[in-house]
Structure formats: C-alpha cells, structure tokens
C-alpha cells in the first residue's frame, strides 16, 4: 500500500515537473568519495608529502596509495593553509561529513583530531562553517581507522568544500573524508533580505535575526543562503525551537510593520541558471495571539537577462484569523522565466515571520548563455520549425495520456485496497469481541505491575500464569502483525525454553525453574517472577527462580524505627497499595551497623524515603511486602537504594530507604545545562561531560551488580536513579509512583502501566523481561543523560507509534527508528547506545561490558 502511495506521487511529481522541498532528515546520501562518483581530477589539495599521498587517496575507507591525503608539511596550530578540497560539480545541500585517518594496512598513524571546513557555492567566495553556537573546530579521529561521522548543524549549500586540519602543537596528519547529503535542486545561491529584529516580549525577548545567514549582515543580508534555506520549518509557538540551547525565535526570521513604511519586506532570490518556476513556498508563522500573521499580499517581480520585468506578478493569500498553526503558503509562479526573483511581502498585522521559502521549477530549456550552438538547418526546414524552439506536441500529448492512464488505474487499486482493509477491519472488531478474553494483559489483577508473575499454591508448587498473551489494544491484529505467542513459535532465538530445567535449590521447596544458560552465551536473567506486589504498583526487581535461595536463608537484622522519630516533609508518590513519602528521621544512625556510613552528623536528622503500605490491603499484599523487605536487605552496593529499617510492628506497615539530597536524576539534569558559552550567558547552573559520564558509570555498575543476582530492574531511566552529593548516584524505584512521570506510563486497559520509550521490542511484543531488556533502557537512560533530559525519548512519535516502532525492530528490514545521536554525545559513546538496541538479545553487551567501556573512554 505504501509502495503504490509512493509510486503515485512519483507520477504526479513527473507530470508536474516539480521539484520539492529537501529534507535534511533524508538528506543524508554520500555524494561519492568512498563510491567513486566524484573523480580524482575534482578532489584537489593545497599540497601533498607524496605522490602516493596526493588528494586523489583521500577517500574514505579505501586503502589506495599509502592511505589517505596528507600535506606536504607538518601541521602547525597557526597555519590552515593546508586543506583537500572536492568539487561536486553542482550546487549539494550537505548535512554530514565522515572523516578517517591513514590506516594503511595497519603501518600508518597519521590522523586529524580537529578539522574546520570553508565552502563556497562559486569557487570565489569561501565561507567558514560554524555550528549554531559559533565553534568552527569540528571534533576528529582518535586513532587511523575508524570513521567518526560528525552533522552539520547548519547544514550548507555548497559546490566547492574543503577540510582544513586544526592542531594544538605541531603533527603530521592524514584524512579521508566523505561528504553525505543531496543534490540541490532549488538553484538558489543567495537571498539579499532586511536583517531580522527583536521582539519583545513581557519578560523576554525574541530574536529574529538570520543566526547562519552566511553572507554579509549590516543592515540587510547580502549574497548569503542562511534559516530560510536550512530544511527547518519553525514551531506553532515561535518562543520554542527544535534546537536545544538556542535563544526564543532562532527557528524564524521576523521584521516589525513599524520599521517599514512601504508595509511591505523585500527579499531577492538569486539562482545559479534561468528556470522555469511554477511554485514558491513560504513557511509562515500564523500565531496572531502575538500580533503575528502570514503576508497578505505578495508582489513578485523576475529577471532573465539582465533587466527586471515591468509587469509584476500579485498573489493573495487566503487570510486565516482562526487556526494560529504555522502554515506553508504556495505562490503560484504561472511558468516564469527567471534567473533572480524580487518579492515584496506586505504585513497582515504587527510582525510577519518566516522559517523556510523554497522554489519549484525546471531548468530553462531555453536558456541561451548555456545552450550549445544551434545546428545547421536542412535546406527545407523553415525556421519556425527549428526544433530547439519548438516541442512535438504530439509525443507531449501521448506522455500526458500515458501518465493520466496511469493515474487512474493506480487510484482504482488504491480504492480496492481501501476497501478490503475496510472490510478486514470489520471482521476484526467480530474477531476482538471474540477473543476478547485471550487478548487480556498477563498481568496481577490487584496491581499495575508490568512482570510477569508467578502465583504459589497452597501445596508449595507454583502455576506459572500464561507469558505469552498479548496486550490488548497495543498492537493491532494486522497482516503484518501477529500474536506475540505465535511471534514467539517464529523466534527460537528469543522463545522462552519449552523444556523444563531442573531445579536450582533443593533447599527451595517453592523455587520455580531457572533459564537455561547456553554454552557462551551471556547469562541473562529471565523475569520469572515471584509474585510480588510492591507498594508503588511495582517492585523494583523482578526476582527470577535462580536467585529464590535468598528468600530461604538466614534472615538479614533490620531495625525496627520508632516512627515518633520520622517527620513527614512531602509525598514523593503513590500505587495502588500505599504511598512514598519523603521524611526526615531522626537519631537514624543509632538504628543502622556498622557497615553503613552516613556522611551526616549524628545530631542531625536523615533525608530518607518510606514506602508506607496501606493499612486496609489484603493479606497478599502485606505477605508480599514482607518478602519485598527480605530482598532489599540483602542488596548491598554502593550505587543501589539500601533499605535503613523498618515499621513492622503496628500498621500501617513500613519501610525505610535511604533518599539522595539532590532528589531524581531526570530533574536534576534538566535543572542544568552542559558547560559553555550558553551557560555563561544565562547563568545556568552546568554539569561537565566528564561528570555526565560518571553518573553514567555509577548506574552501569549498580546494574551490573543486579545483574549478577539475576535481578531484572524493568524500569531503569533518570527518574528512577538518585543524586547526592558529588555526582553519586543510587538506583531507586519511585518513578512509577510519581504524578510528575505519568506521560512517562502507557496504561492499558486502565490496569498495567508500562514505560515503552525505555523497553525494548522483545518486553513489548513477546512480555519478556531479562538483564538484556534493562541493557536496553540503560542506553535510553544514558541518551536521556546526554541530553539533560531536556525531551523525553522518541518526543517526535506517539505511543502509538513508539510501538509501531517496536515492530520494526522485530520485522529487522532497517526501518526501524533510533534515539539520535545527543549533540555532547561522542561517537564511542552512541556505538555503545546502538549496541544496547540491537535486535538479537544475545548481541547486547553486558553491564561489565558497559562498565568497562565507560571507565576506559577516551577523557
């Protein structure tokens, strides 16, 4: 269906002869210096130390010459005179480079740690790249063979680029590089404009100006291509941008009616070539709330040759005053001719604010200065018939009638497919209602856990209840979607063992069986889960068969706490089985061992959390927040919420864990910014890269200390880990109980609750929870780091479409979506993100792998 859709819009594109908008999020080709489109004669360089190293070897991952460009002279930190430059022969929109140093079989050790890039869009004219903060220096390699792929934010338009290597003491250095993006077919070189203007706004203002305006800025824009050329459509809201870190406004260019007499902004647009133009798009903010609204009117005037066109061509808009979203208004340019365009936009109200404007059209055909010379006329062909004049009309008529023939049949297929899913649908409301028992969620009737559970009997056995039911309403009994229990017959891989082990423990009567561990394959802890219903909904680990034998051992001495002793300061949250409460407990040091070590005066009270249980739950729940109580007294590691002590005597019953003074990670990071020039201006509070990567680490070690009980946490994210002093953190439970991270829970059927954007596709699809799956959120929780938890994971889709995802991922035919790559987030780091997503379980590394790389990345 969606093949035919696209199919479809290629023919009508064909048929209007059009081109579109770019889009840098698909804009991501490379142009040919490792795929040998782009020939040696276009890569050139300012020098070279040989023959065997001349620019012509500067193509990334190949191995020819000795390995790669590498300048005549060593590298010094004032001399950028040394570059490789590569022609693209036409104007590209380019939004990626991949740089590699000289590997060269294994002898070569030359490489660029920093680079900058200058382009130009005419050979002449060479602009320096600068990203949306203003550095030029663009982060390198690190050793001479792997590639490290760095965005252009801004992307640039270019047909000439060059990388220029940057060091900070004298070096020889080597590049291969790769350009990745697309050709640009708008033609446009330059946009001469009124610079932007500030707003201002009660409590704030807003800047409209042209931040990557790349030409020349006084009191106009001249010669330059900048934010109405960068593929970024603006916000609804223009105070908001999709780039993190910037000022209210970056995504626009706005002007003020007050500062222009005429009522009008004119724009000129120059083009490489004459064109035949039959469409502008303007991207206009309509937010009139602000006294903001798309032009009204617009007068366009064209330029062929060398004098503009007296007659203009008008165009009015249909006003809208009732929906304030941003909108693309599309002025029909009725097949002009045209090598530069000058429009005048006239104000609707106080401020008219742009974010995008890009042309459609053809390349003149008539076009004299490029036109070859006109071939000799046979001695009885008239003038009027010289065919560089004039078209066959009738082989144009057979291609319109073949296109439209085209057209209509592929709409009659569209229009049967329409129908049969129409009718599919129908019969899968019957089936639903049908089946409307089996498609139930596996999960405990009394809570809003999302494990699965297994219930003992009286007689000591246990009745695993069914792991492989769906969840209702998640994924749709489509074609290309099945029942994660018959998923599961066709993914022996990821199947649950049909055979039963034998038991771990014999000192366990009520153990259940523990997974069987293949010969080299990473022990990952299956969920089979004692039924425990912890007090938020949820208990905190998922305590497999394996680990049952804890249950049954001598009992860990836990303190009963006078609760006279704990004062109440706030609640943290609450389940359906009691509350969590922030408290101050005093004299808590005289109820704790030797072991534990409070960085706390003995006078002074102790910020702890208490998981209270409510005093009117059943029997179940209070057996179950005993065993909860067994298992968290034996968890020991300095990064894991110990449990301090207990209530247990009188109801309501009680326990006590330590709370961290700095409160949960996702608000403590996003109550910061990283360290900058940003963070200077605004005077924000910063957290260093480097103290980032220790939190990291403290969480990957408390994970791979959980691992190594076979403890699955199934709800691992920045909400659910605690900062105290000096960066330390402790991983916790909490935030499924807190209002504050309900967007956070998918609920289904009102019952279970579950944190999709941070489970993996297995959890999802097939219910099962193991130390992979937390590998899983441990690289969304680290991507949430990277980013101060500015946005929550997948911001962009719905939850809906967050599962859609998860079928991607099982289907494995490379459409599936990843998180992308944090803007502080160094290539190493977002391999190791990627590798915690990988499809096969097995693929996944350990928390000791993870542990092990965060402490050995590069400073």
Not at 202 to 228: C, H, K
Not at 399 to 405: E, H, K, P, Q, S
Not at 653 to 679: K, V
């Amino acid at each position: 269906m969606k093949d035919l859709w696209n199919l479809l819009f290629i023919t009508l594109h064909l048929l209007g002869a059009v081109t579109s908008q770019v889009n840098p999020g698909v804009c991501r080709y490379p142009l040919g210096m490792s795929g040998g489109q782009i020939q040696d004669e276009d890569i050139s360089a300012s020098s070279q130390w040989s023959e065997s190293t001349a620019a012509r070897y500067g193509r990334l991952d190949f191995e020819e010459g000795d390995g790669a460009w590498c300048p005549e002279i060593t590298v010094e930190p004032d001399n950028l005179n040394e570059f490789l430059q590569i022609d693209l022969r036409s104007l590209h929109f380019i939004t990626l480079v991949g740089t590699q140093g000289r590997h060269a079989g294994g002898i070569g050790n030359e490489f660029a740690q920093m680079y900058k890039i200058k382009y130009s869009r005419d050979g002449s004219r060479w602009i320096s790249w600068r990203n949306r903060q203003g550095k030029q220096v663009i982060d390198g390699n690190r050793n001479t063979y792997d590639i490290v792929l760095k965005d252009l934010e801004p992307p640039i338009i270019a047909r000439f680029v060059r990388f220029m290597p940057v060091t900070d003491h004298s070096m020889n250095v080597c590049m291969r590089v790769e350009l990745y993006g697309c050709e640009w077919l708008d033609g446009l070189v330059s946009y001469n404009a009124p610079a932007g203007e500030q707003m201002n706004l009660p409590g704030f203002p807003v800047y409209l100006n042209d931040s990557v305006y790349d030409g020349a800025i006084t009191y106009s824009m001249t010669e330059g291509l900048g934010q109405l050329t960068d593929g970024m459509c603006g916000l609804d809201d223009f105070t908001h941008s999709h780039v993190y870190n910037v000022w209210p406004g970056y995504d626009y260019v706005g002007w003020s009616n007050n500062s222009f007499p005429g009522g009008y902004v004119e724009i000129m647009f120059e083009f490489d070539r004459t064109r035949n133009f039959t469409t502008m798009k303007v991207h206009c903010n309509n937010m009139f709330s602000r006294h903001v609204k798309a032009f009204r009117q617009v007068t366009c005037y064209f330029r062929s040759d060398l004098d503009w066109e007296t007659t203009p061509l008008r165009f009015s808009p249909v006003v809208d005053e009732k929906n304030p979203s941003v909108r693309f208004v599309t002025v029909n340019l009725a097949n002009q001719m045209a090598s530069a365009i000058k429009c005048q936009f006239y104000f609707s109200d106080a401020w008219m604010l742009f974010s995008e404007i890009t042309f459609q059209s053809d390349t003149a055909m008539y076009n004299t200065t490029l036109a070859p010379p006109k071939p000799r006329l046979p001695t009885n062909v008239q003038p009027e018939d010289d065919p560089t004049h004039k078209v066959d009309d009738s082989n144009t008529r057979i291609l319109i009638g073949c296109l439209v023939a085209i057209i209509f049949i592929l709409v009659a297929i569209i229009i049967i497919i329409l129908w049969r899913q129409v009718w599919q649908k129908m019969l899968e409301k019957a089936t639903r209602r049908m089946l409307d028992d089996e498609l139930t969620v596996s999960l405990s009737i009394q809570s809003e856990t999302f494990a699965y559970n297994h219930t003992h009997n009286q007689s000591g056995t246990t009745n695993e209840q069914e792991s492989n039911s769906t969840y209702e309403r998640i994924f749709p009994l489509g074609p290309d979607y099945q029942e994660p229990s018959r998923l599961i017959c066709k993914l022996p891989e990821f199947a649950h063992n049909s055979e039963e082990p034998a038991n771990t423990s014999t000192a366990t009567s009520k153990s259940t069986t523990a997974p069987v561990v293949q010969d080299g394959v990473p022990h990952y802890a299956e969920a089979d889960i004692v039924n425990l219903q912890g007090v938020t909904g949820s208990n905190t680990y998922a305590v497999p068969a394996v680990t049952m034998d804890l249950l049954s051992g001598k009992d860990v001495a836990i303190e009963e706490f006078p609760r006279k002793l704990l004062a109440f300061k706030e609640k943290l949250g609450e389940g359906q089985f009691g509350e969590v409460h922030l408290c101050e407990a005093e004299g808590m040091q005289e109820f704790m061992n030797k072991e534990f070590v409070f960085d706390i005066p003995e006078d002074q009270p102790v910020l702890v959390a208490v998981k209270m249980l409510r005093s009117d739950a059943d029997k179940n729940a209070r057996n179950d927040f005993l065993k909860e109580i067994k298992i968290m007294s034996r968890l020991k590691d300095p990064n894991i919420i110990r449990l301090l002590a207990v209530c247990i005597y009188s109801d309501p019953l009680c326990m006590i864990t330590e709370y961290m003074e700095n409160g949960d990670l996702n608000q403590f990071l996003s109550r910061h910014e990283p360290e900058g020039q940003l963070a200077l201006l605004s005077n924000a509070p910063t957290v260093s890269y480097n103290n980032l990567c220790y939190m990291a680490n403290q969480i990957a070690s408390g994970m791979k200390y959980l691992s190594f009980l076979n403890f699955v946490h199934r709800d691992l994210a920045t909400r659910n880990c605690l900062v105290g002093k000096n960066y330390t953190i402790k991983i916790a439970d909490f935030g499924m109980s807190r209002n504050l991270y309900s967007g956070d829970y998918y609920r289904i059927q009102g019952r279970a609750v579950l944190p999709i954007r941070w489970m993996s596709w297995e959890s999802i699809l097939l219910g099962k929870f193991t130390t992979a799956s937390d590998v899983w959120a441990f690289g969304v929780t680290l991507w949430e780091i990277l980013t101060f938890c500015k946005e929550q994971p997948y911001s962009q889709l719905t939850d809906e479409q967050v599962i859609e995802n998860t079928g991607e991922f099982f289907r494995d035919q490379k459409r599936q979506i990843y998180l992308p790559q944090p803007m502080l987030c160094p290539d190493s780091l977002y391999k190791l993100m990627l590798g915690c997503w990988r499809r096969n379980t097995k693929e996944r590394p350990s928390f000791q792998e993870i542990h092990r790389a965060l402490l050995e990345r590069p400073s």
